[in-house]
């Protein structure tokens, strides 16, 4: 594929997989079908316009931004707007889909005991559960590559399952006694 540019790589990896996405943002706008494809491709074509487009650091956003944008041109440039054309305008904002640096830390935090409670597992259980949720394969494959039958796998699953969730509960309540022990030890130092 020598005769793709680093562009074209880069829009069929960061941009047009949101094309259907994009398109029903444009018809919110704009209403019509036909005049919703001419925005999309409209921006497709600024985008490829761009000298700096690998600087962007949100092509989604960027390009809805851009259809965004020219929308509101052509509404400036029509003689006649609907009147709930003009309000989509203004009250539609585009939310960032990615999540915010508190959630990640969360969702990290939350991932790492997972991983924690996994590696307490009895070994096939881990295995087990591995294969079947992390890397998504079909119990008849998780068994023919543990070499165990489907039930068993089932059965391992089940109990995987269990004991993970009693570990991360007990993780909890520990967590929260000693949230609650912390303070009573502060509130004790403090009326001292």
Same mark, same amino acid.
């Given at each position: 594929?020598?005769?793709?540019?680093?562009?074209?790589?880069?829009?069929?990896?960061?941009?047009?997989?949101?094309?259907? *996405?994009?398109?029903?943002?444009?018809?919110?706008? @704009?209403?019509?079908?036909?005049?919703?494809?001419?925005? @999309?491709?409209?921006?497709?074509?600024?985008? +490829?316009?761009?000298?700096?487009?690998?600087?962007?650091?949100?092509?989604?956003?960027?390009?809805?931004?851009?259809?965004?944008?020219?929308?509101?041109?052509? +509404?400036?440039? !029509?003689? /006649?707007?609907?009147?709930? *054309?003009?309000?989509?305008?203004? %009250?539609?904002?585009? !939310?960032?889909?990615?999540?915010?640096?508190? /959630?990640?830390?969360?969702?990290?935090?939350?991932?790492?005991?997972? /991983?924690?409670?996994?590696?307490?597992?009895?070994?096939?259980?881990?295995?087990?559960?591995?294969?079947?949720?992390?890397?998504?394969?079909?119990?008849?494959?998780? !068994?023919?590559?543990?070499?165990?039958? @489907?039930?068993?796998?089932?059965?391992?699953?089940?109990?995987?399952?269990?004991?993970?969730?009693?570990?991360?509960?007990?993780?909890?309540?520990?967590?929260? %006694?000693?949230?609650? +022990?912390?303070?009573?030890?502060?509130?004790?130092?403090?009326?001292?």
């Amino acid at each position: 594929m020598a005769w793709l540019r680093d562009i074209d790589i880069w829009f069929a990896d960061h941009v047009y997989p949101y094309h259907a *996405q994009t398109r029903r943002y444009a018809i919110s706008l @704009v209403r019509q079908p036909d005049e919703a494809e001419e925005l @999309v491709q409209e921006a497709y074509a600024r985008l +490829f316009a761009l000298s700096d487009w690998a600087a962007i650091a949100n092509p989604h956003a960027f390009t809805m931004r851009i259809v965004r944008n020219l929308a509101i041109e052509r +509404f400036r440039r !029509a003689e /006649v707007v609907r009147l709930d *054309q003009s309000a989509i305008l203004h %009250t539609l904002e585009i !939310a960032d889909q990615h999540p915010t640096p508190d /959630v990640v830390a969360m969702d990290r935090s939350e991932l790492d005991r997972v /991983v924690s409670a996994m590696r307490e597992m009895p070994p096939r259980m881990r295995e087990a559960l591995h294969l079947r949720r992390i890397e998504g394969l079909p119990p008849p494959e998780v !068994a023919e590559r543990m070499g165990i039958c @489907v039930s068993t796998v089932e059965t391992h699953l089940n109990k995987a399952l269990r004991l993970l969730m009693r570990t991360l509960n007990r993780q909890d309540a520990r967590a929260k %006694t000693e949230r609650e +022990f912390g303070w009573e030890t502060r509130e004790r130092r403090e009326r001292s």
